[in-house]
């Protein structure tokens, strides 16, 4: 059976080229290290603040930030990875683009879930949603950007 759109298995032919992969797989980790970081700590506090009782207190936060960042390097490796496998929306810095909008997208459904079970203010679930979309697609971006594909030559 053949989906519409899918044109047989992704990159299976292709060797990977694991020095962008990396490259690509730092760069997009970096960015949202440093994307979370400003939109989490900075832009999103007082929203936290409101609900500071679902939140760890600061020495519980920073007891457990290596997971934080180990979290969001695993997250931004299958990223990378799947985008590289071929799933990329056609490649390159707008097929990264692409990419990024539907895993923000998928996030934002996990969004949903957790404002359906933990208390949190409507304000914080669309804050996550916009920002997840706009972080992934910036990430993806910056992943096609990276690991494109090679210019045939002629």
């Known amino acids: ?10 990159n299976e032919s292709k060797n990977m080229n694991w ?19 400003l939109f989490h700590g900075m832009f999103m506090k007082s929203n936290y603040m409101e609900t500071a009782t679902l939140w760890r207190d600061d020495a519980g936060f920073k007891a457990h930030f290596p997971l934080l960042v180990l979290g969001q390097g695993v997250f931004v490796f299958f990223f990378t990875m799947i985008f590289v496998r071929g799933f990329g929306s056609g490649g390159g810095t707008a ?34 949603c916009i920002g997840g979309i706009i972080e992934f697609a910036i990430a993806g971006a910056i992943v096609g950007a990276i690991y494109k594909p090679a210019v045939p030559r002629m």
């Open 1 to 10: 059976m053949k989906l519409a759109g899918f044109r047989g298995k992704p």
């Open 95 to 128: 097929g990264g683009f692409r990419y990024g909008i539907l895993i923000g997208l998928l996030g934002c459904g996990a969004n949903i879930i957790q404002y359906a079970v933990q208390p949190l203010t409507t304000t914080i679930l669309i804050a996550w």
């Open 19 to 37: 020095k962008k992969l990396f490259f690509a797989f730092i760069a997009a980790w970096v960015f949202v290290f440093v994307y979370e970081w």
